[in-house]
């Protein structure tokens, strides 16, 4: 870099804008905008902290400098220094009067993501690794960011240890429909769908342990709700019950929500998603309930059926706050969910559903802790006795009862940031037809 | 639950220990271990927090009491009632004096982990989901947990935004040798090896990026250093030199090496470790430093191919501190690293390497930014320029000088914990003679 150092303080665009008026400040970042007014010339500067308008000036910059920000491509990488000063008229208030600039690396023209391309959604997603840059695609990640860093302040001060569960496995949680095969030193072997059973292997060492890391479905469904790889946020607590499962996941999502729209309010007015505070407790509706309701509209679902998508998102509408759907059929839940006491048919567990039709975000429940009740279900349900066999291990040497949920955090960024389609809440999307980039 | 819950506290073991004498605590863990003295009766309970005696005393607990408590197994779950006091003699200085003990789910008889199978490690790995409840491997897993808080809390307050990379991907990073391939939807693709290229491309749109996630290697070698599945942090920043990313290594390491040092005393009190604290800046030692020394010491190999492990482990057991390996030839490095201006056989990359003969732990370097230069170096590899194509696009439009390293979790934890074979700093290992449990 050619450019003296001089008085100028290495800075980013984010710490620049709380340092006073006056001060020398030497910024990196892309060209993201640039135009002209009379003898000023503009270029919005971007560096991934925040933005901040550069000011060319006749007579006071130098012709050089003007030239460079006139010649300058969007996209291209700079290096600039000058004085800050404040603007009302500046997006952040703020702006930098140029005395050095510097092309880093120039942008080939024309910049493919225009007026045109931008409405072509597979365009966009062939060239996410340039279409991340925009404005609103940043700032959705950046609300996950923060999502993801809350999750892991509030599981570590309420004394959770973090553990990760392997990604190949041998065992099959949720079923072997939707199951990623490979091979592995001459095994067949599979990609994991939750980190569950190992985190119910961990809480008799742990106590309480959370897991975040991907989780596979090699699903058919294309959908605006599935993506094939996904990261979930799983919890699981030893001796606690249904009831204390719901209140941790409503603690849980109570905190990182208001945590986010607080400290991210700046992406949030970007993407013009105003957030309403999420208030604990709760609603708890059963689902019987939600299946008269869906009745009367004309969805119509066998009792013991998974509530149907449809019908999830008519309920879902209905509220503007999140709520739980509990009392599930056995018959629509997997093998491991423990039932309640006064009707065998009806299972502890859970699904947390936003509101706005955004629809279910986490399901949770409470485990079968004895062994033969779960040897039974294991055999009811045809599976291989050989592959569980440590998971019914754990339930001969003092499992207690426990229970546990997991959160998709694609599920509850779309819902954040209002977005029709998952796949713009994961920075590299898989869906059953992308792997690219 | 029949016992009455009266004035007691529910409690976690590690709060209740801050708690005054006197205080009515209610417990939730499992049996440790128990033994009888004349009148006395101990169980050492642990719920993962930390453990605590309960003492039942003959005359001042009652015989239900007393005989629960010397009929319970080892590893049951118990829910326990009591008096908190101190009492130097017992581990942590505190005990509680047992008014009410409930077995909540009796383990059978004998726990299969004693003093003859633990000297089987084929047997204890078998059994993790059992032998991970022991006090060393549940201390090494709280140490790996802190250490990756720390990681988080330090990235976070240095500006680096949060992003995962797809596991699922169509092209290697580190080369084709060793990757894990598997069909998805009709289509071959692998398991990722790193997610080095998709912070290359986030870096144009956040500036400083991290990862925390899986990372496959399908390498043959059955060593005590490798994991088939292991997790890497990644860290990659626009703009920054390899000198500058040596130091952000430096700042990294000596943060959450000391931080989980301090904080996890306990544990490596437990793991018998005694860790001096890590100082910077760390010492720089030339490939052709190493070489020479390890020749001298009668370990031979060509310059330019890439440090044989014992050449490693030997320079490493000199040192009492990190310090990096820089210099590397490009015939020892991927086709991505930079060369330095003055001789371009020598890359722009480091190694850095654990004291102790632990060897490496992170690899890092400055990526190749040119388009031309990254071309050319694709070509020259036999590359599939296709696989490329999104990667080369980068480089088009406006990508910095930018430098990264990607820093081995369970090698760290293995160096940290003082242990032999790696598969210890993982809860359910993977390697390549093991996918169970």
Redesign the interface.
């Known amino acids: 870099m050619h450019v003296q150092s001089g008085a100028a303080v290495r800075t980013?665009v984010?710490e620049c804008l709380s340092m006073q008026d006056g001060s020398m400040v030497e910024l990196?970042?892309?060209?993201a905008n640039k135009s002209d007014i009379g003898s000023l010339t503009f270029i919005l500067l971007r560096?991934?902290?925040n933005y901040i308008q550069l000011v060319g000036k006749k007579g006071v910059s130098s012709d050089d400098v003007i030239s460079i920000m006139k010649e300058v491509?969007i996209?291209?990488?700079v290096?600039a220094r000058g004085t800050l000063r404040s603007d009302a008229r500046a997006l952040n208030g703020k702006e930098v009067l140029v005395k050095d600039i510097e092309v880093?690396?120039?942008?080939?023209e024309p910049?493919p993501i225009n007026k045109s391309t931008v409405r072509s959604a597979s365009f966009l997603y062939d060239?996410?690794?340039?279409s991340?840059?925009g404005m609103k695609?940043?700032s959705i990640?950046?609300i996950?960011?923060e999502l993801?860093?809350a999750a892991?302040d509030f599981f570590?001060d309420h004394?959770f240890?973090?553990?990760?569960?392997?990604?190949?496995?041998?065992t099959a949680v949720e079923g072997g429909a939707t199951l990623?095969?490979?091979?592995?030193?001459g095994?067949k072997?599979y990609?994991t769908q939750s980190a569950q059973f190992?985190e119910e292997?961990?809480?008799?060492?742990?106590?309480?342990v959370f897991t975040m890391?991907?989780a596979?479905r090699?699903e058919?469904s294309k959908t605006p709700k599935h993506l094939?790889?996904f990261?979930m946020i799983e919890a699981e607590v030893?001796?606690n019950t249904q009831e204390d499962n719901m209140r941790l996941q409503e603690e849980l999502l109570t905190y990182i929500y208001n945590r986010v729209a607080e400290r991210r309010k700046r992406e949030f007015d970007i993407l013009g998603r105003r957030l309403k505070p999420v208030e604990k407790p709760f609603q708890r509706i059963k689902y019987d309930e939600v299946r008269d309701t869906a009745m009367k509209h004309g969805i119509n679902f066998e009792w013991g059926e998974d509530i149907p998508t449809e019908a999830e998102r008519l309920i879902s509408r209905m509220f503007e706050q999140p709520f739980f759907i509990t009392d599930y059929p056995l018959s629509a839940r997997s093998f491991y969910h423990m039932c309640r006491d006064d009707d065998p048919r009806i299972t502890l567990s859970s699904d947390l559903i936003a509101p706005e039709g955004f629809g279910e975000i986490a399901t949770g429940g409470q485990r079968i802790?004895d062994y033969n009740t779960l040897l039974e279900r294991i055999k009811s349900n045809n599976l291989p006795l050989e592959s569980f066999r440590?998971?019914l291990?754990?339930r001969?040497?003092?499992?207690?009862?426990h229970a546990g949920f997991g959160i998709g955090v694609e599920r509850v960024i779309r819902w954040l940031c209002n977005l029709k389609h998952i796949r713009a809440t994961?920075?590299?999307p898989?869906t059953?037809?992308r792997?690219?980039?």
């Open positions: 980013t984010d990196r970042g892309w060209v560096d991934g902290s491509s996209e291209s990488a290096l880093i690396a120039r942008a080939e910049w060239n996410r690794h340039l991340i840059r695609s940043s990640m950046k996950r960011s993801i860093k892991f570590y004394g240890t973090f553990i990760t569960a392997p990604s190949i496995v041998g990623f095969e490979l091979e592995y030193f095994k072997v990609l190992y292997a961990a809480i008799c060492s742990f106590g309480k890391q991907p596979f090699a058919k094939t790889e990261i030893a001796f802790h440590w998971y291990d754990l001969r040497y003092g499992m207690p009862p994961s920075l590299f898989r059953i037809t792997v690219y980039p």
